[in-house]
């Protein structure tokens, strides 16, 4: 099946969160050129796929997109554009970091036909931002979203992770009434989770609490759920709500089946058959796209009970739920 969905990961940070696992390049200062030169040759080697596409919604996620700039994400898209078809009203999102938002990169980003931003809130409690090691303060994230309307994005996301160790003291409702103040048209939340070779993880090799209970996790989870079902938010999947009408579309994506294109470090893709991942490591992504070589660092052909699986674990975490027959139903009963 040709891509309707397309994803590019941009791996750039200013740092590593303390929670962060994933492919990312720490830089002082983003080589853009660099990363475009890389992007276009690995573009036009999906050129076959690609012309043959008719793209629903483009998605730049990360690290953290909005460090390559406005002309930066304008010159990505760009690239796009040159070498695949939109339909008439696609979803164009980017992941950007609070502290990176102003009226120009704003500008940037609208002229180039971004129309959704996911906002890296994480907390509005300056205390867990600064364990979290984030960029960014908690006033800057109101500011952030107002310089959004501003400039014409709307569809705007809020990302706020529940489930911190007791000792930050951070309240997760602040945390809700805070962001449900901003009213966004959709929020994802997810549990913190202790993943190898992170920073929480060795804390915790050293002793350090820096997660919350499973009870903690549980009552977290389920105020989330109540206040946000309570202000007219639908649960559409498990770590997403939005208000009626405003789901990710490429996100959902994922979780239908759908084929899809992934471009840049670590990006996964999958034609309806086949799921394809490129190797992780920035540089040795961009080592491999300037000698000529293939960036693939591994691919899985789906049998049939890998879809059976995949259809009833990801059908479970979204509010379609899994379809079941009468006859299924008989031979449990």
């Known amino acids: 099946m040709p891509p309707r969905h397309l994803y590019i990961h941009v791996p750039f940070c200013a740092r590593r969160c303390s929670y962060c696992d994933f492919s990312i390049a720490v830089r002082s200062t983003t080589p853009v050129d660099e990363y475009l030169t890389g992007l276009r040759t690995e573009l036009d080697g999906l050129r076959p796929e690609l012309e043959a596409a008719t793209l629903d919604t483009v998605y730049l996620g990360g690290g953290t997109p ?27 999102t980017i992941e950007a970091n609070p502290d990176d938002v102003n009226d120009m990169a704003v500008a940037h980003w609208v002229a180039a036909g971004v129309n959704r931003v996911s906002l890296g809130s994480q907390s509005f409690d300056d205390a867990a931002l600064k364990w979290m090691h984030r960029t960014h303060d908690s006033a800057q994230i109101p500011q952030a979203v107002n310089t959004l309307r501003r400039g014409g994005i709307d569809n705007i996301s809020l990302d ?4 911190l160790p007791a000792h930050l003291g951070r309240s997760w409702e602040n945390d809700l009434v805070r962001a449900l103040d901003l009213e966004p048209a959709h929020l994802s939340l997810y549990g913190l989770t202790v993943e190898a070779k992170t920073p929480i993880a060795r804390w915790a090799d050293r002793g350090a609490t820096v997660q919350g209970s499973e009870e903690t996790y549980e009552e977290e989870f389920l105020a989330a759920h109540a206040m946000m079902a309570g202000a007219g938010y639908d649960h559409y999947e498990v770590s997403n709500f939005a208000l009626p009408g405003m789901t990710s579309r ?24 086949t799921r394809r991942w490129n190797v992780a490591a920035y540089s040795e992504w961009i080592r491999r796209l300037a000698a000529g070589q293939a960036v693939l660092g591994g691919e899985e052909s789906l049998t049939d009970d890998n879809r059976v699986a995949e259809e009833v674990y990801l059908g479970l975490r979204t509010q379609r739920g899994l379809p079941i027959t009468e006859s299924e139903l008989a031979r449990v009963g």
């Open 66 to 92: 909005s460090r390559l700039g406005g002309h930066g994400i304008g010159d990505v898209l760009a690239a796009v554009r040159d070498r695949a078809r939109f339909v008439e009203t696609p979803e164009i």
């Open 160 to 163: 706020l992770i529940f489930a």
């Open 250 to 273: 490429h996100n959902s994506a994922y979780w239908t089946g759908a084929s899809y294109a992934g471009i840049g470090p670590s990006a996964h893709s999958f034609d309806g058959a």
